[in-house]
């Protein structure tokens, strides 16, 4: 890989921070040629707390700072994935991690359902859920901050991301949907996922470059953020000059 590295803009998941990337950041050594956001609604972050939002933040980011490879988990592989598509000239390439997109269509009325019950109590829904996400081997220094991150998110943000990654008009979070925006990224990208079944689905979209870590949970990149480092480079590497302008 080129000296002249381009830079990345780190995007992190539902009810997370900039900050839950630093061990990423660490490990992959990219000092100042990488930065992360916070979205809208999370760690006091501005903006309107949905996909849009975040996307316009993103898009915000990008145009200050000019092109960079997207690194985005879970929602943040939601948000990333529609900047890539709206401005793929700001884009040099895109990882995501366990994306939140590719849910089966019949997953509409449970996630109406899951949406009501998240705003009726917002807190312990989606901690809930979280303790459930997290793979046998996470640390529980990971788990900790995690909850952390939760607990500095906007409460009624929870729903307003739900409702804009699945069920809003505009949602591309369900198998469809997905399949129609994913079919336009232009860019370089690598998926990475917990799931032989979730990789299945990014398969049939075209993406080439997949990994699965079998046994690992949603949090995958911060139970070894060294492995991820690793795998990040070097798919970085076998694209040489022909991926970007670096």
Sequence with gaps: MSDDLPRMLFVH?????????????????????SAAIDLPGH????????????VASVLAALESDGPAILVGHSLGGQVTALAHVTRPDLVVAEVVIDPAYGH????????????????????????AFVDGAFGPSTPAEVRAAVR??????????????????????DAMGLESASTAILARRSRPTLAVYSTATAAA??????????????????YLHLEDPARFAGDVRRWLDTMGPTASSW
Aim: hydrophobic share 35%; proline share 7%.
């Design 104 to 127: 089966p269509d019949g997953d509409r009325a449970a996630l109406q359902e899951w949406a009501r019950a998240i705003e009726k109590a917002p807190s312990a829904t989606v901690e």
């Design 201 to 218: 689905f990014e398969r049939r979209t075209g993406t080439a470059d997949i990994l699965v870590w079998r046994g690992h949970g949603h």
């Design 148 to 169: 952390d991150d939760l607990r500095r998110c906007d409460p009624t943000a929870f729903g307003t991301y739900l409702r804009s990654e699945y069920l809003d008009p």
């Design 43 to 54: 760690a006091g972050a501005a903006g309107v707390p949905t996909v849009p939002g975040a």
């Design 13 to 33: 998941g539902w009810g997370g921070s900039a900050r839950s990337w630093d061990p990423i950041r660490r490990a992959l050594s990219w000092g100042s040629g």
